[in-house]
């Protein structure tokens, strides 16, 4: 129960040691405050213990009870198109309160996107079924919130909120592999 | 002890809305998940009904009918359903309380409420695949999709 799947592949969007054998997932969704406050450990986890591990990022949108967490995974796939993933990521998350349509074209105006593509991108039947993909792969996986994190393939039951939750885990796991 | 596969599913006839009853035999020819849970209004970002509802469209996609199904009143659950934007009904087991979930076995009688377990009938009303899980823990969609896929697969 509960393994991830499909593996990652160079479809998702990555950070630190992609040659690392340790590898974190995380099923978010761009309007969750459960994910916004997981985003800050992970920022940290990755600029502390990046040479360790990888982190991908997948869609997890709740569209029903996030009005804006389509348009925002949207926006920052299509800020990926114009290898800007990251940015747009941060950007939301960090500023996760003033979520709406106008303030995703901003930010795409602040990290000084391409407007023309941007808006034709965010639009396009290609990132949505991205996004769907995404969304299926959790649920296929045994998402039931978010965030859900999956460390080399297996679902994170020892998450906490903490910063130390997901350190130890790293930990564990490459001292695991150690041997 | 939940019924298992090879179960013919009891039936049942409750209320979805304040003034409209469904039933099971209604169903009939056509794929039905029946998820008890215990309660209306728990917490935690995307949790079991809510994320259900997001994932209606993969359930759709075997033509399944998706049912909740709480101790919950018909008022109540109208209330919940309304507040998280639901798309599927939800049952009140409710007068007299229990009934439904105690014949499908997943009645907790301390608590008096459902006991958080999964049913997936087939086409002729039978229960191919049912789990109980904890009640503090959100069973997520793989297991009924998993489910679904295999009946889906056994009529080809």
Redesign the interface.
Known sequence: MSRLKPEVSAADHHQGNVKASIILVEYGDLQCPYCRRAHPLIKRLVKERGNDFQFVFRNFPLREIHPYANAAALAAEAAGKQGKYWEMHDMIYEEQDKLGPDFLLLLAHRIKLDMTKFNSDSKSEELQNKIESDFESGIRSGVNGTPTFYLNGFKLLTYDETYKSLADAIQLESEMKAH | MILSKGTIAPGFELFATPDRKISLAELKGRPVILAFYPADWSP?????M??Y???LK?FGKYNAQLIGISVDSKWCHAAFSES????FPLLADFAPKGTVSRLYGAYDETDEESERALFVIDEKGIIQWSYLSPDE???????I?DALEELSLVKI
């Open positions: 935690v970002c995307g949790d079991q809510g994320l509802n997001e994932t993969l998280r934007n639901l798309h823990i959100n069973p997520g969609a793989d297991g999709l």
